[in-house]
């Protein structure tokens, strides 16, 4: 299918949705089956218009990247029916879904510019009634605050020569609330109380007159301990409903959104959340008796932030500890608690100190190590073994403990002794909570010894990078371990053709040598390496 303006749907399907309380469309590949995975997408038309041909382009592109159903539905508009009419639409909609047999965990919400705000609302109002959560939240240039305090609304604003957009947005807000309380919770769910909500994403313009809502959206959500990214961009579209071709930043940012849906939705996600759980049981139980009482409050309050961010946030919930100051008892309870929750974690994970000291290590990383690996342990410091695997692993290393880091997570792939037991890195350096507490800097590093099982996704190749389908294949089987000479064989072209093509992909790729193209790739490849 495509549309008038060139703008490719890359192939979707269209169907209309049926047993919902609103009309709306599935979108999705033509391939992708019943019970894959499920966005709600709540699009953005200042409350007042119609769901417009640009959306159906944006959701076909999460549907290609997230290898997902999105459901684009309607809601009641204003003025004629006004707020909170389209929250409980919204509600409605997610609450059949579930009545039909959808698992909440496969079901991550999405909402643009005025859609974010009115999803973001309908998600407090399912909490506030105890209905399970989705797996994730996704906010494009989200419309989260009708008292429009950012300052964005003045720095950002835009003209057409008779009204700004600021003045159109205030307009047909108006028309929504229709005398409601602009600061009513969820009218602006900036204002709100937003503990207990699921993993989020956020995407925003510099340049936008909502950026300050995101910005503000971002810092309250972390406030309450939720887990956010926040993106910035310099070219996002400055509305999703116009029919107007993709800018790259545009694209970036959906495919990364595609990225989020497919993590969050994950069988290994939601496998480290039930691994998380019964640990959370088991410990409580173990240790209720030993807890004073007036540290049971803080005890308690431990475990809920654990829940919520699980292994990953180990590091940061040690410096959150020093940062706030913690009895002695209260000191043991995290650290024994922090331990076993990373131990038992189902991946190979090691926590490293700048000088490549092992902090702390699970069980797995240390079954992984004892084999023959192309990484070891030497007197508690980990090394390459190999000098090319240790340089490598040194560089990566020393770009993330840098002072001020430009870059948070690098993929390395080591070889090992005959290019045997090949071994993907996956490096992290994890943010710092405790600023000015001489807390230092610490890499969380996640080995994946079967990178031959890695998807490596051509299209999200494609996306990032701006590769030709066929650079984006050579791309991925360089990154495997496939020779030039044996790529060229296996797709019988000529050895001076694929060098060519190599050349064009490491300049778009950026890559002064081999070993940064697969580094490159790789890192594409642990972003959206989810089932």
Do not use: C
């Amino acid at each position: 299918m495509q549309q008038e303006s060139g703008l490719d749907t890359l192939g979707v399907d269209q169907i209309p949705a049926v047993g919902l309380p609103v009309s709306g469309i599935w979108i999705a590949q033509p391939d992708t089956r019943a019970d894959a995975r499920i966005v709600l997408y709540v699009y953005g038309g200042t409350f007042s218009l119609n769901r417009g041909p640009m959306q159906e382009i944006v959701a076909a592109r999460i549907a290609t990247h997230a290898r997902a159903r999105v459901l684009l539905f309607d809601y009641a508009l204003a003025p004629e029916q006004p707020f909170p009419l389209a929250i409980e639409d919204v509600a409605a909609t997610y609450l059949a879904l579930l009545e039909q047999g959808h698992d909440p965990s496969r079901i991550v919400i999405m909402g643009d510019t005025s859609g974010a705000g009115i999803a973001l609302a309908a998600l407090m109002s399912l909490r506030d009634q105890h209905h399970p959560m989705p797996a994730g939240f996704v906010a494009l240039t989200p419309l989260v605050d009708l008292t429009f305090s950012g300052g964005s609304y003045v720095t950002n604003i835009r003209s057409n020569g008779s009204t700004s957009d600021v003045e159109l947005i205030m307009t047909l807000a108006f028309d929504y609330l229709q005398g409601a309380d602009p600061r009513h919770p969820l009218a602006s769910p900036v204002l709100a109380d937003l503990t207990g909500m699921p993993d989020m994403e956020i995407h925003a313009d510099v340049n936008d007159v909502l950026y300050d809502d995101a910005t503000l959206l971002a810092e309250k959500l972390r406030s309450t301990g939720n887990t956010v990214n926040f993106y910035e961009w310099d070219g996002l579209a400055d509305t999703w409903q116009r029919l107007a071709p993709l800018s790259p930043q545009s694209t970036a940012a959906l495919a990364r959104i595609g990225q989020f849906v497919r993590k969050q939705t994950s069988v290994q996600a939601q496998s480290g959340k039930a691994d998380a759980e019964s640990l959370i049981s088991s410990y409580q139980e173990l240790i209720k008796e030993f807890v004073q009482p007036h540290t049971r409050d803080r005890v308690d309050q431990i475990f809920e932030w654990s829940r919520a961010h699980g292994p990953e946030w180990v590091w940061p919930f040690i410096q959150r500890r020093l940062k706030h100051g913690a009895l002695v008892t209260q000191d043991q309870v995290e650290r024994d608690w922090l331990t076993i929750l990373f131990t038992q974690s189902s991946d190979a994970m090691l926590l490293l100190s700048a000088s490549r000291h092992v902090l702390l290590s699970n069980k797995k990383a240390l079954d992984l190590l004892a084999k023959q690996t192309p990484i070891s342990l030497k007197n508690g410091r980990l090394f390459g073994t190999t000098e090319r695997d240790n340089q490598a692993l040194q560089e990566a290393l020393d770009t993330l403990f840098k002072a001020s880091p430009s870059i948070s997570n690098r993929a390395v792939r080591l070889e090992g002794v005959n290019d045997k037991m090949p071994t993907l890195l996956r490096a992290e350096r994890l943010r710092q909570e405790s600023k000015g507490r001489g807390v230092p800097p610490v890499v969380l590093l996640r080995l994946l010894t079967t990178p031959d099982a890695l998807t490596i996704d051509e299209a999200s190749l494609t996306t990032w990078y701006g590769l030709s389908q066929k650079e984006a294949e050579l791309a991925a089987a360089f990154a495997s371990g496939l020779s030039l000479t044996d790529f060229a064989a296996q797709n019988s072209v000529s050895i001076t053709t694929v060098r060519t093509q190599f050349a064009s992909l490491k300049t778009k790729l950026g890559a002064s040598d081999q070993a940064a193209v697969v580094r490159y790739v790789l890192q594409a490849a642990t972003q959206s390496s989810f089932p």
